[in-house]
């Protein structure tokens, strides 16, 4: 996992990691995942598809997870930007499914968003719905103050 180290951390920011290990751990299909902060920046990543990259079918994003991060900060804006030109309301979940792929990415609080990059076979409903599992346990917990402490950790630990 790819993630901030824990030491030091608080309570919540560990809780988020630990929310976002048991997501990878508990889905098939799951290539990178990353969660990202109004602004963009990354605040968690896992890459687990990463020790699996000889496995065909299972390429990750062409990068680190930066590059998840700004697909998903991208898809975000695009969508937002969507909904108001079509006066839809709030964004809740984005879904782009390509040949040998999907991104998914649903908004978690106050702007910050959850992507998945998954397998092709993945299956999308149990995606989306462990990605709302994560979303409705990790909405509470990540406050502004979260946010900016797992922000200085990924700074720290890149």
């Not at 989306?128 to 700074?155: C, D």
Request: net charge negative; with cysteine.
């Amino acid at each position: 996992m790819t993630a901030p180290s824990t030491y030091g951390l608080s309570t919540q920011a560990r809780n988020l990691q630990w929310l976002l290990t048991d997501l990878v751990e508990e889905v098939p299909g799951l290539l990178s995942v990353a969660v990202v902060s109004s602004d963009g920046l990354l605040l968690l990543s896992s890459d687990p598809g990463q020790a699996d990259a000889e496995r065909p079918g299972t390429k990750g994003p062409r990068g680190a997870s930066a590059d998840l991060a700004t697909i998903v900060s991208g898809l975000g804006s695009l969508t937002v930007g969507a909904a108001h030109l079509m006066d839809g309301g709030g964004v809740k979940q984005t879904m782009v499914s390509m040949e040998h792929g999907s991104v998914f990415v649903m908004a978690i609080s106050d702007g910050s968003l959850l992507g998945v990059h998954a397998t092709p076979d993945c299956d999308m409903s149990v995606v989306a719905y462990h990605m709302a599992l994560f979303v409705g346990r990790a909405g509470h917990v990540l406050t502004p103050e979260v946010r900016s402490e797992l922000r200085q950790s990924m700074e720290r630990n890149p």
